[in-house]
């Protein structure tokens, strides 16, 4: 059974930084993306970034340069670096891999942890 447990989160300032993680296990197929979205009250899933197999990034227009997606494929662990956050960053962040089986992708979310940034 797959499963991804994310760890990280927390109450932070604005303009401070926070590092969340991604564990993954029970994957026995390959993993093609791996990535992180937010969802604030009342708005809708977004994505903040994700990052393929083979290390190509992608990141939603509002955390561009602030954010940093990496990954350790040892460990199929996935990780977000947030500097300057600003209180418009607060939101539940999920992660979410999608694997491939004889070329089907499936994706595979996350609980959610809660990031509160602060004014």
């Known amino acids: 059974q797959v499963q991804l447990v994310e760890s990280g989160g927390g109450l932070v300032q604005s303009g401070g930084s926070l590092r969340l993680s991604c564990a993954t296990s029970?994957?026995?197929?390959?993993?093609?993306?791996m990535g992180w979205y937010r969802q604030a009250p009342g708005s809708e899933r977004e994505l903040v970034a994700w990052i393929t197999r083979g290390g190509v990034t992608t990141y939603g227009n509002s955390v561009k340069g602030r954010f940093t997606v990496s990954k350790d494929n040892a460990k199929n662990t996935v990780y977000l670096q947030m500097n300057s956050l600003k209180p418009e960053d607060t939101a539940v962040y999920y992660c979410?891999?999608?694997?491939?089986?004889?070329?089907?992708?499936?994706?595979?979310w996350g609980q959610g942890t809660q990031v509160t940034i602060s004014s």
């Open positions: 979410k891999i999608t694997t491939l089986r004889s070329g089907v992708p499936y994706d595979y």
């Open positions: 029970g994957v026995i197929f390959s993993i093609s993306n």
